[in-house]
């Protein structure tokens, strides 16, 4: 098996699908989530976290089949049961609960206002704006601030034409990162 690092560089590489209903690859939405998190000074933890939020759509067989037959994927569940034999909780954790920020935070209208039509509809399949009392308990989990931080990575990480690094500009981090 070839080492962690190698596979993921391999698959932000060759896998060329476009983000469920946007305007730019998987691969691209990343790693701008990722510059993101470096731009905001993030801890090198977050960084990671962020480059690798939804490392389970590559798992996935086909993510736009899912939406389209209006099934939630569980991506977040699948990368981060992928990624937790390499790398750390606190990497973990955030990719873990990336969607359940989504849903906290929906639970602000103007949040919700602001997301694009392809992250509403996922919110939807998500199960939807959490209640009072699921937000009660996202909140007991120790990693929540980290989760919501890179929520809202991801939902400005969807811009088109601009310049991005490439994935190998994430190979010292990564290795620095497995455990």
Same mark, same amino acid.
């Given at each position: 098996?070839?080492?962690?690092?190698?596979?993921?560089?391999?698959?932000?590489?060759n896998?060329?699908?476009?983000?469920?209903? /946007?305007?730019?690859?998987?691969? /691209?939405?990343?790693?701008?989530?990722?510059m993101?998190? /470096?731009?905001? =000074?993030c801890?090198?933890?977050?960084?990671?976290?962020?480059?690798?939020?939804?490392?389970?759509?590559?798992?996935?067989?086909?993510?736009?089949?899912?939406?389209?037959?209006?099934?939630?994927?569980?991506?977040?569940?699948?990368?981060?049961?992928?990624?937790?034999?390499?790398?750390?909780?606190?990497?973990?954790?955030?990719?873990?609960?990336h969607?359940?920020?989504?849903?906290?935070?929906?639970?602000?209208?103007r949040?919700?206002?602001?997301?694009?039509?392809?992250?509403k509809?996922?919110?939807?399949?998500?199960?939807?704006?959490?209640?009072?009392?699921?937000?009660?308990?996202?909140? =007991?989990?120790?990693?929540?601030?980290?989760?919501v931080?890179?929520?809202?990575?991801?939902?400005?990480?969807?811009?088109?034409?601009?310049k991005?690094?490439?994935?190998?500009?994430?190979? /010292?981090?990564?290795?620095?990162?497995?455990?």
């Amino acid at each position: 098996m070839p080492n962690i690092v190698d596979q993921i560089i391999f698959s932000f590489t060759n896998n060329n699908s476009l983000y469920i209903g /946007e305007g730019l690859t998987i691969s /691209e939405h990343m790693i701008q989530t990722a510059m993101l998190a /470096e731009k905001n =000074k993030c801890s090198d933890d977050l960084i990671c976290s962020s480059l690798l939020h939804d490392y389970g759509h590559f798992i996935i067989e086909d993510p736009n089949q899912l939406v389209s037959n209006l099934i939630d994927g569980n991506h977040e569940t699948i990368g981060a049961n992928y990624l937790k034999k390499y790398f750390s909780k606190d990497i973990i954790e955030p990719i873990l609960l990336h969607v359940k920020a989504k849903k906290y935070l929906a639970r602000n209208r103007r949040y919700f206002d602001s997301l694009s039509k392809a992250s509403k509809t996922s919110l939807k399949l998500q199960g939807g704006i959490m209640s009072d009392i699921e937000a009660k308990k996202f909140k =007991k989990n120790k990693n929540y601030k980290n989760a919501v931080k890179l929520r809202r990575f991801d939902e400005n990480a969807k811009k088109l034409n601009i310049k991005i690094k490439k994935i190998e500009d994430y190979q /010292e981090l990564l290795i620095s990162k497995v455990i």
